[in-house]
């Protein structure tokens, strides 16, 4: 299994500014994913995380608006980035612990509120 | 083009009554179906995964089934709790594209006294 915790857990932004998330898994993991959940709405995946390459962009998402790193097997950031208040939503970090169909373990999720 | 549709949209039950969610999708091929729960501000938390040969799985109170022929799943809660008032999301895999989860819309659970 795998513990993965987000920093920070929720924050209040300002029009046209950025915010980096963090998250740290507990264990090496394979893949690493990040997620948007608009209220109510389901989970979309944004991009997988790469580690010491580029993230791989879902359509519709983009590496100016939300770049990521990975820079090890445990760690990435999101950064949201220029935020306009429709990018208020919960981001959700998620990791893959090995090949093939094993489960998928999502963080507490960054709850973003857009003024 | 591949979806997950899940029914009903929002549930209220009393506790200790019984209750069935429900899933349909289009994904093809198909790999395997999860139903995750997620509780209100959490990450969601897999409950059971089923491949394409499973029809039944269980998780304590949960029971899951599967018909890859209807390409229907449900997931059966017995004698709930308050403690299972959450939203719970279907997701599918597909065996064409790396890692790619179809997402269900979630069934919102609510369980009162």
């Known amino acids: 299994s795998a513990v993965i915790s987000q920093k920070p857990s929720r924050d209040i932004c300002q029009r046209g500014t950025s915010l980096t998330i963090q998250c740290q898994v507990d264990?090496?993991?394979?893949?690493m994913f990040w997620y948007r959940q608009q209220p109510g709405q389901s989970l979309t995946l944004i991009a997988t995380?790469?580690?010491?390459?580029?993230?791989?962009?879902e359509s519709g998402f983009v590496i100016d608006k939300f770049p990521i790193s990975r820079p090890n097997l445990t760690f990435s950031t999101l950064t949201v980035s220029n935020m306009s208040p429709e990018d208020s939503s919960i981001y959700l970090c998620?990791?893959?612990?090995?090949?093939?169909?094993?489960?998928?373990?999502f963080g507490p999720g960054t709850r973003l509120t857009v003024l | 083009k591949n979806q997950v549709e899940q029914s009903p949209q929002s549930l209220i039950i009393l506790e200790g009554k019984n209750c069935t969610l429900q899933?349909?999708?289009?994904?093809?091929?198909?790999?395997?179906l999860r139903w995750y729960k997620q509780d209100t501000g959490r990450g969601p938390v897999s409950l059971t995964i089923m491949t394409f040969s499973e029809n039944t799985k269980s998780n304590g109170r949960y029971t899951a089934t599967l018909d890859a022929d209807t390409k229907q799943s449900s997931l059966h809660i017995t004698a709930s709790q308050l403690s299972d008032s959450a939203s719970y999301i279907c997701v599918v895999r597909g065996t064409s594209g790396t890692y790619k989860y179809i997402f269900g819309t979630g069934t919102r659970l609510k369980v009162l006294a």
């Open positions: 264990s090496q993991v394979t893949m």
């Open positions: 899933c349909n999708y289009t994904v093809s091929p198909f790999s395997n």
């Open positions: 995380a790469n580690q010491g390459s580029e993230a791989t962009y």
């Open positions: 998620s990791a893959l612990t090995g090949v093939g169909d094993n489960e998928q373990f």
